[in-house]
């Protein structure tokens, strides 16, 4: 097992060697390489995306990413450009011991990742700006077949489209007839959609309807921060980038400079993304142990400060990769 890890800017560092406490408590032995990205990459070589860095994620069967500071943009939206990360992956899972709306949601949302607003694709009017907005039935039709194929593997039974097709009638229309197309295939997982402002609604009032969501690139952006903030907030939430041969984990956080170089950063996203990473890889054992001493360390009240403990990055490390060691 080929990783490549690039630690990054600001707590990328600290919470990459947290991950990778983890990771060396199981018996994997995987071949890491680690590779440069980010701000103080761009000082010290002159580019915050080098080219080894391309070579090491291309040859890896996944990659480990801590967090970019303002370079953020040209690094993990080139990445994803670059080896056609399609499918955003973000669990939604309340943790022990981690204050929250509700204790014990369990969803996940899966975000429309190449195409939608993203692009950018912008330009001034004599009296403004106009964006583009590019929906594909192939683009939609890929993710939507991805949002069913992990709902199949991780034995969920429904999954819900969200879009406006009720406004955006043509592009959001396609997105939701693509959904029901690919739906028809998958007659043992329930399929239905919601408009996005109910989405925005349900997510607070009643999230126990959700499974599987999945959605537009836009939408999918500004929903899974508010499900983020449903379980705990930024320590605490990991994500996916998957493509068809690569696939990159990483917190949802970014390279928070308040707090660097203090071993005060919640390692938990970063951790939970290595756990992503395994069980992409078919390590599902593997994964689950990192879940479960996750927990149990949460559960003691062994964590850093944002969690209302007195423990290190460093330390709350050493404390799960122990209960993983047994
Ligand atoms: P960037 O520009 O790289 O996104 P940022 O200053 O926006 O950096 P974020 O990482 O987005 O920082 O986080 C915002 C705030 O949330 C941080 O300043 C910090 O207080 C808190 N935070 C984020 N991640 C963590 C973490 N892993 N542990 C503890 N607190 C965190
Ligand atoms: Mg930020």
Partial sequence: MKIAVI??????GEVMDAALTVLDALDLNPELIMADAGDDCLERTGTPLPDETLEAVGEADATLFGAAGESAADVIVKLRREF????????????????????DL???????????LYVGDEEYTSDGAVARRVITRAASERIVRFAFDYAVGDGRGGVTAVHKANVLKKTDGIFREVFYEVASSYPQVEANDYYVDATAMYLITQPHEFDVIVTTNMFGDILSDEAAAL????????????????????????SAPQIAGKNIANPTAMILS?????????????????????????????????????????EMAREIARRIEG
């Fill in 231 to 254: 379980v705990g907030g930024l320590g605490v939430a990991p994500s996916a980038n998957i493509g068809e041969k690569n696939a990159i984990f990483e917190p949802v956080h970014g």
């Fill in 106 to 116: 369990d969803f996940v949302i899966v975000r429309e990742n190449t195409e939608d």
């Fill in 274 to 314: 290595t756990a992503l990473m395994l069980k992409h890889l078919k390590k599902p054992q593997e994964a689950q142990k990192i879940q479960e001493a996750l927990e149990e360390t949460l559960r003691n009240g062994l964590v850093t400060p944002d969690l209302g403990g007195d423990l290190g990055t460093d």
């Fill in 84 to 103: 056609g990360l399609f499918a955003n992956l973000r669990p939604v899972r309340s943790l022990p011991g981690v204050q929250c709306l509700y204790p």
């Fill in 7 to 12: 630690p990054g800017d600001g707590i990328g």
